[in-house]
Structure formats: structure tokens, C-alpha cells
């Protein structure tokens, strides 16, 4: 992002420059200060965990400009008190910093919640600053396949994350023997308090009392997390692994590949996604670099790639290769990695998934609007530990807005401003295929969450301890895909269930305490439970 870059040199003359990107990757750390350095700006500070700190790892980033901080300052009232002092120096006398407000590396692909501890100290800092302007610039780092896959796969279906030390440093040079395609970054617009106060409604020069405080760290940080989804570029990965993930068919030929991959290209152009140069050219989509992403994709296993007569063929002389005539197939075990690809753009998607579900679930269109938003908003609710939902509007807002923007595409049709129906389709597709791909797009999540459902099932004899319900679910997971209850390998995933029973605590169906879950009264019975299953399922 060249223009935003040169924003950045700007603003950088104006005053301190925080930035705030997504953190998908180790490599996270590497990309902002490579790029920097080529183009002659400011190295950022970086504040990283101090699970990186081990030799020889920790010299070497340290020397880059990284500093170590513990992952919780819970009990210690000294140690915040020097990290913000030290925060206050860095920006006081001009540093650029860098902070990831995720926490922790996303191992999905997509943002999570942000967590605002570091940033209230820099924002306690800032405010100390009288005459320093402070820039807070959201940043977009996106992949076509991540380096850690493997072993997020790993963790997401129940195992252990591995400690960070020496040992597993040089394990890593197996790493380099592959290809990841490329790195994509993108610059949101730049936020400063003064405009937070604003849209708080602070006067410029009012005091902050502590509720203010965290009011304004919370805008801050929740208008972050949207502006780095809003910039977020659409890469060959993301789009040709969205494509093949909502694709319902056990294998998909290549050009009907790049037929689903145009179709979904010029959706997003509508919507005003970034698109890198690589992907399309004046809006149309360059099959090279689809074929090109398959063809990385098929070395790394994550797809088989057949063409007629293979069966013929000695598996040892098959050619792995990609493009006209072949057929891609996805290996059930290989899905979740390449979800994460997919996730990288799930959120342009999420709004008209929402509404695709509420429509096509039972019992169907044509149905009430007051029927549809009930529904919808129940989704919405489900998943707001999933997905994030613009919060620069209201649920009403943006539902009004999906709908008509689907209706303004023939997706749906208004009849009488009372029913919504099916309307005519677009683009080649009739509308019920659009919406049964917006519908697939999400449907991993829906079945994580019936996993997760079915998982309370084990609470029927007694409290039992987060991480082994978490365990005990993924393991009932993997019996309702091998009996065919759900159909996707990528549900029975462990932050799914994780968010999921985050969001059965906020609808009262269990509780958590001294890190033990339990049900509630009136779902304490076999029944109750199916209940919760049945509402997820339908």
C-alpha cells in the first residue's frame, strides 16, 4: 500500500506514529520493520511477549527494536507503572511503536477480540503528552498461506501449544523449504484521541474520569479491529480458498474454479474491497495467478490435483500440477489449514451469510421481515464472540443495509415492505445458489457450535473443568463427522468450541466458576441440553 505508506511519512513529520496490526504470524514481527527499513522510515519499537525472549531468539529481536513484556501484570502494581513509563519515554521523544492488539497470534486467519490492557498504558501515556500529536494507524498483514498452519492445526484439534524456545527455532528451517506465495499489508486510516474524544462526545479539553478512559480505549480499539477488516486486501490465497470451501462438491474442475472465483471477485469489487494488483487487472480476474496459488497449494498438500485417466496412472508418475483440465479435491484432513486462507476475508462476507442462514432455515422464504430479523439478530447474537459487526451502527442499520443491498442485486425481493422473497439471481447464478454460498461460507461455525452443543452433554453428571470439556468435545466432534451429524472436518475445531461456550454462558445455558463449567437449573436434563443442539441444528 505505497499511498498509505507515504501517508505514513507524513503524519511521521507531524508527530509519534502507533501502529496497530493484525497478527496472524511470527513473521508479523519481521514485515512492518522490513519494510520500513526499505523505504527509509523510522524502525518501529516493538512490544512482543516475553515468551520470544529465549537465545538465541531474544538478543536478535531485541537488537531489532522488540521489547519483551509479561503476558499479564495481574498482583504487580510496580511493573505496569514502568512499562508505561517506559511507553511515555519511547513516545515522547518521537519512536514509532508497534503493538498487536489481538494479544496472540489469530489461529484461524481471522481477528480476534482485542485486548486493551498495553493499549490503555500508551493511552495513559498519550494523554500525559501535552505537545506531542500521537498518530494510531490500524495495520493489515495478510498471507496467502501461513507458515504456522501446521501447527495451528494442530493445536485447533486438541493439541498442546508448543513453548517458544531454541530447540523449536531450528526445527523451523524445514519452514524454508516451501513456498507461502506473498505477504500483503495494508494502511487504515490513521485515528488520533482527539477524534475518539469526539465521537464520544468528550469536550477537546474535558477531564477523563476513569469510565471515560476506558470508554475511549475501547472506541479505539474497536474502531481499530474494523479499519484493518475494511483495508484488508483480497488476494489469489484468500479468494481461490473461499472459493473452494463454499463450493458443496467433492471436487470442483479448474475452470469452474475460475468462474466461482470471478463471480465472488466482482462481488467484492462492489463492496469496495481492496483488491491486490495481481489478483485482477481493471477488475477481471488473472487466472495465472489462481492457477499459480493451486499449484502452491497442491505442493503443499492442501489440494489433490487429478485429471481424466489418473486411474490409469501409477501414483508415483502422476503429474501434480494445475490448471486446464484438471480437478481439484480437497483432502478432509488438509481443510482446516486451508480455512485459515479462507478467513483472511470472511468478514467482507459475513452480513449476507447471516442473512442467507436466517432465510433459509425453516421455514424458508417467503417469509415476514419481522420473522427474518428475529432470526437474523439471533445468529448475530450466537456468533458476536465469532465475527466482528461494525460498531459505527446499529443492528437494525446494518441489517436494513444487507438486505438491501442484496435486494439490489436480485439475491432477494421485497413484497409489500412486509415479506421478503426470492428474487430473479445475478451474474449468471440464480438467487438461491448466491445465498446457499453466502450460507456455506460460515457453515463450519454453525456445526462448531452444534459441537459444542453436543459437548454440554458431558456436564449432565457434574462440573467439569474448560480445558478437559474443550478436549472431551473435540473428541465427541470427531464421532459426529465420522457418524455424518455434521459435515465438515473444519468444525470440530478448538476455538470454535471455545467461543462457543463463551457465548452459552452469556445466553444463561451454562456457568462458569473456579474454572469449572456447569449447567444451568433449567437446562440441568438430557432434554434440556438436545434443546440447545436442535436450536443450533435447525
Known amino acids: 500500500d505505497m499511498p498509505g505508506l507515504q501517508r505514513l511519512r507524513e503524519l511521521n513529520r507531524e508527530g509519534s506514529l502507533v501502529l496497530l496490526p493484525s497478527h496472524k504470524s511470527h513473521v508479523d514481527y519481521l514485515v512492518i520493520s522490513y519494510i520500513f527499513n526499505e523505504h527509509n522510515l523510522q524502525l ?12 538465541p531468539l531474544g538478543p536478535i529481536l531485541r537488537r531489532a527494536g522488540g521489547f519483551f513484556i509479561r503476558r499479564s501484570f495481574r498482583g504487580d502494581k ?11 519515554r519511547l513516545l515522547r521523544d518521537g519512536y514509532t511503536l508497534e503493538l498487536f492488539l489481538e494479544g496472540g497470534r489469530s489461529r484461524t486467519g481471522k481477528l480476534l477480540e482485542p485486548q486493551f490492557g498495553l493499549l490503555s498504558m500508551i493511552v495513559e501515556a498519550v494523554l500525559s503528552l501535552q505537545r506531542r500529536e500521537v498518530f494510531f494507524v490500524p495495520v493489515s ?4 498461506r501461513i507458515v504456522e498452519t501446521r501447527s495451528y492445526e494442530h493445536e485447533a484439534t486438541g493439541g498442546e501449544k508448543q513453548k517458544e524456545d531454541a530447540a523449536g527455532l531450528l526445527k523451523t528451517t524445514e519452514v524454508l523449504r516451501h513456498r507461502y506465495g506473498r505477504i500483503n499489508v495494508q494502511f487504515g486510516r490513521a485515528m488520533t484521541l482527539g477524534e475518539i474524544r469526539a465521537d464520544l462526545k468528550i469536550a477537546a479539553n474535558g477531564e477523563l474520569t476513569a469510565a471515560k478512559r476506558r470508554a475511549a480505549v475501547t472506541r479505539l480499539g474497536n474502531r481499530t479491529m474494523d479499519e484493518i477488516n475494511r483495508v484488508t486486501a483480497v488476494t489469489p490465497g484468500a479468494l481461490t480458498a473461499l472459493a473452494l470451501l463454499s463450493d458443496r462438491r467433492r471436487s470442483v474442475g479448474h475452470e469452474d474454479l475460475l468462474l466461482r472465483c470471478q463471480k465472488l471477485l466482482r462481488l467484492l469489487i462492489a463492496m469496495n474491497a481492496r483488491i491486490t494488483p495481481l489478483t485482477a487487472t481493471a477488475g477481471v480476474l488473472r487466472p495465472e495467478a489462481i492457477r499459480e496459488v493451486v499449484q502452491m497449494f497442491v505442493d503443499a498438500e492442501l489440494l489433490e490435483s487429478h485429471r481424466p485417466g489418473d486411474s490409469m496412472v501409477p501414483v508415483e508418475r502422476r503429474e501434480l500440477g494445475a490448471g486446464h483440465g484438471r480437478v481439484y479435491r480437497i483432502p478432509e484432513r488438509k481443510r482446516l489449514e486451508l480455512d485459515t486462507s479462507k478467513n483472511h476475508i470472511v468478514h467482507f462476507f459475513v452480513e449476507r451469510a447471516v442473512v442467507a442462514l436466517a432465510v433459509l432455515c425453516p421455514p424458508g422464504l417467503p417469509q415476514s421481515a419481522s420473522g427474518l430479523r428475529e432470526r437474523a439478530q439471533s445468529i448475530s447474537k450466537l456468533f458476536s464472540h465469532e465475527f466482528r459487526f461494525r460498531a459505527d451502527a446499529t443492528f437494525d442499520e446494518i441489517l436494513n443495509r444487507t ?3 442484496m435486494v439490489a442485486d436480485q439475491e432477494l425481493v421485497r413484497v409489500n415492505d412486509v415479506e421478503v422473497a426470492l428474487g430473479t439471481g445475478r451474474d449468471g447464478w440464480p438467487a438461491a445458489v448466491w445465498l446457499q454460498t ?3 461460507i460460515i457453515r463450519n461455525f454453525v456445526e462448531g457450535y452444534r459441537v459444542a452443543a453436543r459437548g454440554l452433554t458431558l456436564l449432565l453428571k457434574g462440573p467439569v473443568g474448560e480445558k478437559d470439556l474443550i478436549r472431551r468435545t473435540l473428541l465427541l466432534g470427531e464421532r459426529m463427522f465420522m457418524s455424518n451429524d455434521i459435515e465438515l472436518r473444519e468444525s470440530v475445531n478448538k476455538p470454535l468450541v471455545a467461543n462457543a461456550l463463551t457465548a452459552f454462558r452469556e445466553e444463561g445455558y451454562v456457568r462458569l466458576r473456579d474454572s469449572k463449567y456447569t449447567l444451568a437449573e433449567s437446562f440441568q436434563s438430557a432434554e434440556g441440553v438436545a434443546k440447545i443442539e436442535e436450536s443450533i441444528a435447525r
Not at 519499537?45 to 529465549?54: P, T, W
Not at 510496580?78 to 511515555?88: N, W
Request: aromatic letters at 18%.
Open 403 to 405: 438486505i438491501d443491498a
Open 141 to 144: 498483514i495478510g498471507y496467502e
Open 44 to 55: 518501529p519499537m516493538i512490544a512482543a511477549g516475553d515468551n520470544l525472549s529465549f537465545f
Open 78 to 88: 510496580l511493573y505496569p507503572a514502568v512499562v508505561e513509563s517506559y511507553v511515555r
Open 438 to 440: 453466502y450460507a456455506a
